[in-house]
T-cell receptor
Framework: NAGVMQNPRHLVRRRGQEARLRCSPMKGHSHVYWYRQLPEEGLKFMVY????????ESGMPKERFSAEFPKEGPSILRIQQVVRGDSAAYFCASSPTGRFKNIQYFGAGTRLSVL | TQLLEQSPQFLSIQEGENLTVYCNSS?????LQWYRQEPGEGPVLLVTVVTGGEVKKLKRLTFQFGDARKDSSLHITAAQPGDTGLYLC????????????FGKGTKLTVNP
């Protein structure tokens, strides 16, 4: 029973390039969440998605950031025209439906470095 | 403003000692989770508590949810070097969306 899979584990981009982070939830989970962790900071919520729907994007910057969770395939967090301040660890979590939907299981993260 | 305050931020103890980590808020949570995170890895879920006053035990770890569901504690008995790591509490806000609010974490070092 595979856990939450994120790739790549490490991503290096130059300023102005695009970053695409992928997340496959645990089998049977239909809720996906993205969080960002800056050095010495706690995890900050970015966006919550279900299949083909964005449920809550209150933590995601309005500019340059977007997220999707298509009917088929992984969830994608896309950062356009990256800047040095985007350097962080990005974590994806998934949860099942029903009364346990706020019990979230995390992937190993993608560490984005912007040069 | 940090919604969940964890204390202490750093803790360095000797093997065999006991310790308690605290997670406090002025907000009410529908559930509270404790995670442990190793360097370069994602948070690993240790426990979820949902009922005010609930106590859960996981081997040498004891978790408690406050009666008013605003705070929680993690107590480790006879700490071992393998307990070293970053301990994070995270809460689901009462009446809020499904997102989790995280504390900044307690970095625990257990020296042999």
């Amino acid at each position: 029973n595979a856990g939450v899979m994120q790739n790549p584990r490490h991503l290096v981009r130059r300023r102005g390039q695009e970053a695409r982070l992928r997340c496959s939830p645990m089998k049977g989970h239909s809720h996906v969440y993205w969080y960002r962790q800056l050095p010495e900071e706690g995890l900050k919520f970015m966006v919550y998605l279900q299949k083909e729907n964005i449920i809550d994007e209150s933590g995601m910057p309005k500019e340059r950031f977007s997220a999707e969770f298509p009917k088929e395939g992984p969830s994608i967090l896309r950062i356009q025209q990256v800047v040095r301040g985007d350097s962080a660890a990005y974590f994806c979590a998934s949860s099942p439906t029903g009364r346990f939907k706020n019990i979230q299981y995390f992937g190993a993260g993608t560490r984005l470095s912007v040069l | 403003t940090q919604l969940l305050e964890q204390s202490p931020q750093f803790l360095s103890i000797q093997e065999g000692e006991n310790l308690t980590v605290y997670c406090n808020s002025s907000s009410v949570f529908s559930s509270l989770q404790w995670y442990r995170q190793e360097p370069g890895e994602g948070p690993v879920l240790l426990v979820t508590v949902v009922t005010g006053g609930e106590v859960k035990k996981l081997k040498r770890l004891t978790f408690q949810f406050g009666d008013a569901r605003k705070d929680s504690s993690l107590h480790i008995t006879a700490a071992q070097p393998g307990d070293t790591g970053l301990y994070l509490c995270a809460g689901g806000l009462q009446g809020g969306s499904e997102k989790l609010v995280f504390g900044k974490g307690t970095k625990l070092t257990v020296n042999p």
